[in-house]
Each structure stands twice: as structure tokens, then as C-alpha cells.
């Protein structure tokens, strides 16, 4: 099987396996505590924030560490705009956030709030002028954009966005989960969220970090763990995990995001060479250096995942025949490109240059069967 | 609250859009994508250039994916009218 859904979850990083089964011998105990065996575990914990905090350019009294990167969005959203209750009650956002984001607005949206969405050009790009201006009225209370999107690889111009916001004295929740780990974090956030999973550690690791001298008030009933801002006992052996993963991408990333973006480029060439009707989606440049996204004319992207899947091929679809909703993916619709025959590849860490061959090499055959299925010469 | 391009229903007591003539209608409702969209372009040859097709369709897919196909085969998007019954009545224009 050839993995090509990297952006979904990245397989465990052998860094991270191997830290993950020595903390879980030695760090099982209660960071809260006090004696021997839990002082040892809140080393770890600890160790693992400074490590974490120094990758991402946060300090370690920024960040916690939630349950997912879900969860860490929604602390960040809901946090912020708790914070800001009395200086407004709007969010802006980009329309082709992650849903977690756009959720989050949800229930805001419900508590008497309102959302403003921003919407993109084609290649999934957020209209930064109008985000500029948004952020600029009256009332706003938080702004949320993403670094990266997670079904087109479109990198967002955030360091732009948070200039805006900060001129205009609004707090910017970025989310990271896409970029984390593969490229620097763009400065001038507020509040950051991450997801260890998808750089190589565990799942159930999250990342929440809040800026010094950002109002943020968690949504949740008060506990103690984790600087108070995220509930719950600490899975400490998979946050030392996530740090030794962290660590290892951020030494590997130079090389590695090179040999990955030269293959993306490959695919986005090669496709549209072997394939009649496609639509490769998503900026050519400007984008993460391990996601494709394309979508073929007279297929429908469930069929084609099938097929895929059949001959050997993990990929995931923004199709929405393969969601389910029934419904297209919010990013695809928002950008205007073809939403079905829709084929998301996202490169693994160290994957063979011969998996891309090999898929390069089934996928016209298989679109052709697919169509021929629908009655398409 | 995800983002959906759909402009809002349109209150009760509104007169229905009236929806302009066209050269050929495509009825594609109840049908999901691609079907819409392999119906149109089997047809798009059956009007003389300049004229309009109008497919109706009712799966959420469409609406997008239409204006797309005509994007990228250069066809004009006419417009998309919301039909009394749900879905719409999308208008492409032949080119050449």
C-alpha cells in the first residue's frame, strides 16, 4: 500500500515511537504532584512545552497541550472571543477554514454573536484586502486564519493578516495544524493551534498557545491543568512523543521539504499531461511542499478512491460523494473549481520517489474506467 | 456554520425569479454529479454557438460544478436561478 494521505495523518515518526514507549515507563505518574515519580513526569512534561514552544516560536508559559488539534481550535476561538466579550462580539473568518474553526463560529454564532466569512480567489487564497478591512470595523472581537489549507495546500498570507488585526487591536487565531512541523510559523499571532498527529507524533496531542498579553478566558469550567487553559489529565508520554517528533522534522525539514515539493511538482505537471480534463487545484507555488489536489472532469470521486484504494492507493477527497454530508467540500465550493473527481495526494515523510511513479502510472487507466463506467468516450 | 455559496432562501411571499428562455433544457434533477455535468457536455453541440442551455439540478455539487466545467472549457456562465422547488436552473452559454 502507498500512503499518499500524509495531510490527514502522518504515520508515527520512529523519533516519537521510540520516546513514546521509554515515557511511558517513566513518565505514567501525575505531574501535579509531588514525590519522585511525578516531579520525573513534570520534567518531562515540561522539557517537552520548551522543546515544543522553541520549534514553533512560542515561550513555554504560551502553550499547553490539549487532546487534539480540534480541541485546540476550539479552545483558541472560543477562548479568544470570551476575552474580548466586552470589546465586541464579531468573528472573522476565511471561508475555507477547517471546520473546527468554522464550528466554532457555529457556536458563537449561537450565543447571539455574529461571523463574518471572507471569501478567496481561485487558487484558495483569502481576499486580503477585504480580510484587512473586515478586521478594521467596528465591534470585531477575533480573527481566525489559517497558515495552510488542509485540502488544497494553499499557503494563507498571514504575517499580512496579523499586521492588519494588529493595527486594528484584534487578537488573530491562527491555525497551524496543516504546517506545523514542515514550515516556520509565520509571526504575528495571537493564539496559535497544532496537532501533533499530523507532524509525526501520537494522536490525542494538541497544541494551544496564547500570546503574552492576549485576553483569553477558557470556555470551559475552571480546572488547574495545563496553565488553566485546557481541562483534563495530561497524556504526558505522548506529548514527549510529540516533542521528539517535532524536534526530528524540524532538523529533517530542509531536505526533506525539497525532495516532497519536487515530487508535488511532478504530480501537478504530470497529471493534466496524462490524464484529459483534469483541474489541479490550488496555488502552484505558494503552497505546503507535500499536498497536491486535482480534480478530473466526469468522474465521480468515490469510484475513483475505490479504484485507487483497490490498486493499491491511499488518498482521501474533497468529493461529496465521499463525505458524509452529501455535500461538496466547503473549501472546493468556495474557491469555484470542480468539486468532484476530486483527489487529494499528500506526501509522507521519506516516501519513495517510486510510489509517485507507480501512481502516475495506474491513475489514467483507472479515470478512463471510471468515466467509461459513467458512458464518457 | 460552514461557508456555503448558496444565496439564502428566498422569503415565502417573494414573487418567483422568472427564469429567461433558453435554446434547451437539460433535466437533471435528482441526478448527483458528475451526471449533471456528462449530460451537458454530451448536448452542449446540439444548440448553435451563442445559445442557451439550461440544466436543471438539485444536487449541491452542481451549482458549483457547472460554472467550473465552464471555466474550464470556456463555455459562459450565464446565470443560476433558484428554482420554486429547490435546486436551480443553470444557464451556460455555447461559445464556439
Given amino acids: 500500500m502507498a500512503y499518499l494521505d500524509a495531510a490527514s495523518t502522518e504515520p508515527l515518526h520512529p523519533a516519537a515511537r521510540e520516546a513514546l514507549l521509554a515515557a511511558l515507563d517513566v513518565g505514567w505518574a501525575d505531574p501535579a504532584r509531588l514525590y519522585g515519580s511525578a516531579r520525573r513526569a513534570r520534567l518531562l512534561l515540561d522539557q517537552a512545552r520548551a522543546e515544543i514552544a522553541e520549534v514553533l516560536g512560542a515561550r513555554p508559559d504560551e502553550l499547553s497541550f490539549t487532546t487534539s488539534g480540534t480541541q485546540a481550535v476550539h479552545l483558541g476561538v472560543l477562548g479568544a472571543l470570551q476575552g474580548r466579550r466586552r470589546a465586541g462580539r464579531h468573528l472573522v473568518v476565511s471561508a475555507v477554514e477547517h471546520s473546527s474553526v468554522l464550528h466554532a463560529a457555529g457556536v458563537h454564532e449561537g450565543a447571539g454573536g455574529s461571523v463574518q466569512t471572507i471569501g478567496v480567489a481561485l487558487s484558495g487564497r483569502v481576499d486580503l484586502p477585504s480580510f484587512a478591512e473586515a478586521v478594521a470595523a467596528e465591534g470585531v472581537a477575533v480573527a481566525a486564519l489559517q497558515t495552510a489549507n488542509h485540502e488544497v495546500g494553499t499557503l494563507q498570507p498571514v504575517a499580512e493578516a496579523a499586521e492588519a488585526c494588529r493595527a486594528a487591536g484584534v487578537p488573530l487565531v491562527v491555525d497551524a495544524a496543516q504546517s506545523a512541523g514542515r514550515l516556520p510559523i509565520p509571526p504575528g499571532w495571537s493564539v496559535l493551534a497544532a496537532s501533533a498527529h499530523k507532524w509525526g507524533g501520537p494522536a490525542g496531542v494538541g497544541v494551544l498557545a496564547v500570546r503574552k498579553g492576549t485576553r483569553w478566558r477558557s470556555p470551559y469550567p475552571e480546572d488547574e491543568r495545563e496553565l488553566r487553559r485546557v481541562p483534563g489529565y495530561e497524556n504526558v508520554p505522548a506529548v514527549v512523543a510529540a516533542a521528539a517528533a517535532l524536534r526530528a522534522r524540524a532538523a529533517e525539514s530542509a531536505a526533506e521539504n525539497a525532495r516532497l515539493s519536487a515530487l508535488v511538482d511532478r504530480i501537478r505537471a504530470e497529471v493534466p499531461r496524462v490524464v484529459p480534463d483534469v483541474e489541479v487545484i490550488g496555488d502552484p507555488v505558494d503552497r505546503l511542499p507535500h499536498l497536491v489536489t486535482f480534480s478530473c472532469l466526469y468522474v465521480d470521486g468515490e469510484a475513483l478512491l475505490t479504484e485507487l484504494d483497490k490498486a493499491g492507493f491511499a488518498v482521501s477527497s474533497g468529493s461529496s460523494c465521499t463525505a458524509s454530508t452529501l455535500r461538496p467540500s466547503h473549501v472546493l465550493e468556495a474557491m469555484g473549481v470542480l468539486t468532484h473527481g476530486n483527489v487529494r495526494v499528500s506526501l509522507p515523510r521519506g516516501i519513495p520517489e517510486d510510489d509517485v511513479d507507480r501512481f502516475l502510472m495506474v491513475l489514467p487507466d483507472i479515470v478512463r474506467r471510471v468515466r467509461q463506467r459513467l458512458g464518457v468516450q | ?96
Avoid: N
Fill in chain 2, 1 to 96: 456554520m460552514i461557508w456555503r455559496k448558496k444565496s439564502p432562501e428566498p422569503p415565502a411571499e417573494a414573487p418567483a425569479p422568472v427564469v429567461p428562455s433558453a435554446a434547451l433544457t437539460i433535466d437533471a434533477l435528482g441526478r448527483k454529479c458528475p451526471i449533471p455535468i456528462i449530460m451537458l457536455a454530451e448536448r452542449v453541440g446540439e444548440v448553435p454557438v451563442g445559445a442557451v442551455i439550461s440544466v436543471l439540478a438539485d444536487d449541491p455539487a452542481a451549482f458549483t460544478d457547472i460554472p467550473a466545467w465552464c471555466r474550464l472549457k470556456s463555455h459562459q456562465h450565464v446565470e443560476s436561478y433558484e428554482l420554486p422547488r429547490g435546486g436551480w436552473a443553470i444557464h451556460v452559454r455555447r461559445q464556439y
